[in-house]
């Protein structure tokens, strides 16, 4: 199996590591979200929390250890990956321990900081052993089997909050399809990559797009229908939505034909009306994103989704200030599928505003890292993991405000759930290593986009 080499620099000249730039950022994270944590403790008790220190120094740790690992093992890497992952991190450990104060029966920031802890632990851990993302290449079928059976084990286990989508052993949970999502994507850029031109020149064509041969496009298709079917059994149609964005994207960015985009949105609008008609979890959704203030003209008092708009709407511009709020009115959701409307309430609309920043500027990083590779396997790779936050963040938000049904998926670090602050770190774990061969320079004597094989000797 070969591969060409990322784009490089010119001979002689070397791209700067900005190691030191990461660094400075980091500090810069880790100080803002600590400022963060004394605000709720000042504005609730009127004093410094006491285990401020700690926490500061705990973040700190962690971030410290990571930029450890990236500079000694992907010094080339994009210096904005990792400082935007510790900041939203930390502002999440801050927005839960803030709800924290109002459920003293269900305290979820000791465990979130736990699970973190191996989030951070797991990206190192692929920042040090995979020296090369395209060996990911040569597990694509490994992948997809791993990922199906992560899909098919919660069916066996009981629903929660009328999906299931948990395993639960003894105090033990985690939610399986959040790992899965990253071995999907590693499957689709290998498959993709490799038959991109037949999928681009074979085939058909009907009502303007091009259709490939089946013996083609049908292995992944069947892939995909089988996941978002099992998704559907399990009634995790938010996983489902992001699983079919994430194929079209990556189908789109392989072929560049867009009437995949078309054909896509169509697919995606019929299946939610089907879906949204005959599933009552669904239907159920789709009526309360309809007729929002229903609960409060019968008389049964607002909704979850009444008091998240209610949220947003008392943040204002400049929100009411951490700690100040009143979210954890909208229920058990507040830490997870509604934080966002925390941060809302309490950040208001400038603050909202950077955070959606943030996310759009990690998702741009990744795209940016995937453009400068000249393997196809490693810019779908890095699209697709790009892709992830992007349409999670596009579904969580547009539910929480309103604008799309709710889905019940976490925010990207922000939420409590420890499945997904760990996937999360590995996401960004990737894009270091694809941002780091991005940059990497070309080894002397050999020419830009020569063919190196994919061996640890190429780096």
């Not at 924290?100 to 000791?110: F, K, N, Q, S, V």
């Not at 072929?255 to 299946?271: F, P």
């Amino acid at each position: 199996m070969t591969a060409t080499r990322a784009d490089a620099p010119p001979a002689g000249v070397r791209p700067h590591k900005r190691r030191g730039v990461e660094l400075s950022l980091l500090i810069g994270a880790v100080l803002i979200a600590v400022y963060g944590y004394v605000g709720v403790g000042l504005a609730r008790s009127g004093a410094v929390p006491p285990d401020a220190a700690a926490y500061g120094a705990g973040l700190g740790l962690l971030a410290l250890l990571a930029h450890l690992a990236v500079r000694c093992r992907a010094p080339y890497a994009d210096p904005l990956l990792l400082p935007i992952a510790v900041l939203l991190n930390g502002l999440g450990l801050v927005l839960i321990y803030r709800l924290d104060l109002e459920t003293p029966a269900d305290h979820a920031a000791p465990t979130q900081l736990v699970w973190s802890t191996l989030g951070v632990a797991l990206f190192i851990a692929v920042v040090v052993l995979l020296r090369d993302h395209r060996t990911l290449q040569g597990y694509a079928y490994v992948s997809v089997a791993a990922a199906l059976l992560l899909l098919l084990v919660p069916i066996f286990f009981p629903a929660v909050n009328g999906a299931k989508i948990w395993i639960r052993i003894g105090g033990f949970s985690f939610q399986p399809g959040e790992f899965a999502k990253i071995l999907l994507a590693v499957f689709f850029a290998a498959y993709l990559a490799a038959n991109r031109h037949a999928l681009a020149h074979t085939g058909r064509r009907v009502w303007g797009v091009q259709l490939p041969t089946g013996r083609v496009l049908g292995p992944i298709v069947a892939v995909w229908l089988v996941s978002v079917g099992v998704l559907v059994l399990e009634r995790d149609l938010g996983t489902s939505l992001l699983f079919f964005g994430l194929f079209v994207i990556l189908l789109y960015v392989a072929t560049g034909r867009t009437g995949w985009v078309a054909v896509g949105l169509l697919l995606a609008a019929a299946g939610a009306f089907v879906v949204g008609g005959l599933e009552p979890h669904v239907n159920s959704r789709v009526e309360d994103w309809l007729h929002p203030f229903a609960s409060i003209e019968a008389g049964r008092g607002p909704g979850q989704l009444a008091q998240s708009l209610f949220a947003f709407a008392a943040g204002g511009v400049l929100g009411t200030g951490l700690g100040l709020g009143d979210s954890v009115l909208i229920g058990f959701a507040a830490k997870s599928d509604f934080i966002l409307a925390t941060a809302g309430e309490e950040l208001g609309l400038a603050g909202l505003t950077a955070v959606f920043l943030l996310y759009a500027l990690l998702v741009a990083r990744g795209f940016a890292a995937g453009l400068a590779l000249r393997d196809p396997f490693g810019r779908l790779l890095a699209t697709g993991l790009a892709s992830i936050p992007a349409l999670q963040v596009f579904v969580i938000a547009g539910g929480v405000m309103g604008l799309i049904p709710l889905t019940g998926m976490a925010m990207p670090f922000l939420a409590q759930g420890g499945s997904s602050v760990v996937t999360n770190w590995i996401i960004v774990a990737l894009l270091i290593r694809v941002s780091d061969s991005a940059r990497f320079p070309e080894p002397e004597g050999v020419e830009p986009g020569a063919i190196l094989p994919v061996t640890s000797e190429a780096r």
